[in-house]
């Protein structure tokens, strides 16, 4: 497995957590929402959810700092990854995302040939 | 980023002394969180992962349109949730707090709080759309993602900057000449203007 490969793993798995965490964020924030409509649903959760107030810590835990932390890790970790197979001199980044398709086949890049030409004036 | 303005408006309040007594710890709080945190930064980071993921599977997202009710029924759940946390807070209902089971609950609390079960409901729903959007793009999307990310080119490289913006020194003497222009007046006129014999307090 290329290394380009593996931080589209690493991202990958960054945003499970994320993403994870959330869903458990919006339960929990359902909860609360439902108990202030008059609609208790916590002797339902137990004993995984066991209070209100327990609901209440796992809803700000799992919503701020898991959530948020994962999702800007894994953006931090995928800028990281671009950036290092650029200045290792590969074409493009988008290569550690789809390792198996070859680069250069959408519109949205510079020509390959324009860009050769100025990374030879560089060196 | 128009709910994240009116977060912004709050947050004035919140940072104001004086007004901010009126509305400290009450429901008034985490309806403005969740206007700068609940829907500027959340609907950020779904616009990334609605982006990112198919990048990473390499199949397009499963429902554009999907993705758009989601968006728009989050910013709706959170008018309604966040308005309706900001009304109690003012009149006084505290934040974190079991409001169901509260003996001292307020007549003008009841029209409002069911507000709050309205507005997490829609949010809930909206959520799982997003996970369901999100789900059926990696399992069932068929369509290939037309990969590979746009790059901003520099225009110049790192060999055509001056040698002497390597260097610490002028980096370094600029931000003192900095922090004396920034702070030096104000500091000025406190040493010039506060009385230095003030009586020493017995405390005993």
Known sequence: MTALATTGRLTGAYLAVALVALLGGVLTGLAQALEHAGINVYPALAPAVQSYYHGLSLHGVLNVLVTCRGTRWCRGRRAAGCSATRWRGRRSCSSWCCPRRSVFTTSTRTPASTRAGSSSTRS | ?204
């Not at chain 2, 309040?13 to 985490?30: D, E, G, K």
């Not at chain 2, 999907?66 to 003012?90: C, E, K, Y």
Request: hydrophobic share 55%; charged share 10%.
């Open chain 2, 1 to 204: 980023m128009i709910l994240f303005a009116f977060g912004g408006i709050g947050g004035l309040v919140n940072a104001s002394f004086s007004l901010n007594r009126l509305v400290h710890n009450t429901a008034w709080i985490p309806g403005h969180l969740h206007l700068t945190v609940g829907t500027a930064v959340t609907l950020s980071f779904m616009g990334i992962t609605y982006w990112l993921v198919p990048l990473l599977r390499g199949r397009a997202l499963w429902s554009r349109r999907l993705a758009l009710a989601q968006v728009w029924s989050w910013a709706a759940g959170m008018v309604i949730f966040s308005n309706a946390l900001h009304r109690l807070g003012l009149m006084g209902a505290p934040r974190r707090t079991m409001l169901g089971a509260a003996p001292y609950i307020q007549p003008e609390w009841q029209a409002v709080l069911p507000l709050v079960g309205v507005g997490g409901a829609i949010l809930t729903v909206s959520a799982l759309l997003y996970f369901l959007n999100l789900a059926l793009t990696l399992v069932a999307s068929r369509t290939e993602y037309p990969h590979g990310v746009a790059f901003a080119e520099a225009m110049s490289g790192p060999e055509h900057a001056p040698a002497i913006f390597d260097r610490w020194r002028p980096w370094l003497a600029l931000a003192v000449v900095l922090v004396v222009l920034a702070y030096g007046p104000s500091l000025a006129r406190l040493i010039a203007s506060t009385p230095l014999d003030a009586p020493g307090m017995r405390v005993w």
